[in-house]
């Protein structure tokens, strides 16, 4: 299946469930969805980023999508929840399907334009998906991951048609490791999220707890540079995601229009200039996994994009 993606995924969690240790607001009204699903598309943003264990965010998207009418015209990605591990070739053939189904009424769809599993763990069931797709259901299969030890296997074998993996300025294993160019190189199309790793990257220092106090130092290096280029943190980890040109599309997620707004504008500015590129990178070591993986945080910072939602 032939899909043309913006360079900007819009991600809706939010939509659905609080999310994000950053988050103030909670989850926004659904006339505040719509609006920023309005500004979005009204950018040229035509992708939207979803899942089954996003709340309700699935029927919020099919709503606002009506009621613009603009149903047909954005490519939505959703996931299957996690699935238990070690299921025999007809169990998963049956709950991957069942999921998909669910998915299908909820977004008012007949064929998913992308579906990934939600976890790396369950690339073992990758086939159950493809079957969905040679049946017309999913348009292009893939999986969510987290670690590059199991993306590489996915990307080595050819496993996937789209993977979603994490990366921003504080985490560049992925880039790092040249797992984004090898999936690009096979036609796999690479989607990045965790930008500003759920917030992380971006709120008040003074918000920042005892347990991520680690990332301190590497953010206040790379707001120096921020400030010296008068940029925000915000723009200079959006715009580094989009100097990453293996990645087909970098999903942003936001809890007010105002925000999506503010996103759109660091957008039009494009990836960082060379020079501020490579400071950026060195003045961003590799940090610890208990920083830069949500999914080892404390369970009530627990990361849904991949670590069992």
């Keep these: 299946m032939n899909i043309s993606l913006s360079r900007l995924t819009l991600g809706t969690v939010q939509m659905g469930m609080s999310y994000g240790i950053a988050n103030r607001t909670g989850v926004p009204p659904y006339e505040e969805s719509r609006e920023i699903i309005k500004y979005a598309f009204d950018a040229g943003i035509n992708c939207l980023d979803t899942a089954a264990a996003y709340g309700d965010s699935e029927e919020v998207i099919a709503r606002a999508l009506r009621e613009l009418g603009i149903e047909g015209r954005m490519v939505v990605v959703t996931k299957v929840p996690h699935l238990e591990g070690g299921l025999g070739i007809a169990d998963a053939d049956r709950l991957v399907r069942k999921s998909v189904l669910k998915s299908l009424k909820r977004l008012n769809m007949e064929t998913l334009p992308i579906c990934l599993f939600h976890q790396e763990s369950n690339a073992e069931y990758l086939e159950s998906l493809l079957k969905l797709k040679d049946a017309g259901l999913v348009g292009r299969a893939g999986c969510s991951v987290m670690t590059p030890h199991a993306t590489s296997h996915i990307v080595e074998e050819g496993l996937a048609e789209a993977i979603q993996v994490p990366g921003s300025i504080l985490d560049r294993r992925f880039f790092d490791l040249g797992i984004c160019n090898k999936a690009a190189e096979k036609g796999i199309t690479v989607f990045l999220r965790s930008i500003y790793l759920q917030g992380l990257l971006v709120m008040p220092e003074g918000n920042i707890g005892a347990e991520h106090a680690e990332v301190v130092p590497s ?91």
């Design 219 to 309: 953010r206040r290096r790379l707001k120096r540079i921020a400030d010296e280029a008068g940029i925000t943190l915000s723009e200079l980890g959006l715009r580094f995601a989009l100097s990453i040109k293996d990645v087909a599309s970098v999903l942003v997620g936001v809890d007010t229009s105002s925000q999506m707004q503010e996103n759109i504008r660091m957008f039009k500015k494009g990836p960082l200039p060379p020079r501020l590129l490579d400071a950026v990178c060195q003045a961003a070591p590799a940090l610890p996994e208990n920083i830069i993986m949500p999914n080892k945080w404390s369970k009530r910072m627990a990361d849904t994009t991949s670590a069992g939602a």
